[in-house]
């Protein structure tokens, strides 16, 4: 069992920058990744990013790309999430998630935080 904890949301105004955390509380394993999502209201949730925990290789969302970064934190199992250049339309609830980087990267990760809200106002 992976637990993820994500810290970091907020309120901001257009055009400023947020950095988002999350932890992972249980080993993981080669080829494990970290990765976030999002989810706006009345839509689906979208795949931002994610970070394969061996060997940093990294894949975004097509929207987010040149805009958000993903790095690994200081602790082995610990990502950050970059919100740089902020859109009214990135206001969503942001969600840590936690599996093998390709499944990830499907949209299918088995594991999941609790989401932590974003709000950018014009």
């Known amino acids: 069992q992976v637990r993820l904890v994500e810290s970091g949301g907020g309120s901001v105004q257009t055009g400023t920058s947020l950095r988002l955390s999350c932890a992972a509380s249980a080993r993981t394993f080669n080829g494990y990744g970290l990765g976030w999502f999002r989810q706006a209201p009345g839509k689906e949730r979208e795949f931002v990013g994610a970070?394969?925990?061996?060997?940093?290789?990294?894949a975004y969302g097509d929207s987010v790309k040149g805009r958000f970064t993903i790095s690994r934190a200081d602790a082995s199992n610990s990502v950050y999430l970059h919100l740089n250049t902020l859109k009214p339309e990135d206001t969503a609830v942001y969600y840590c998630a936690a599996d093998f980087f390709g499944v990830i990267v499907r949209g299918r990760p088995s594991y999941w935080g609790q989401g932590t809200q974003v709000t950018v106002s014009s």
């Open positions: 970070l394969r925990l061996s060997d940093g290789g990294i």
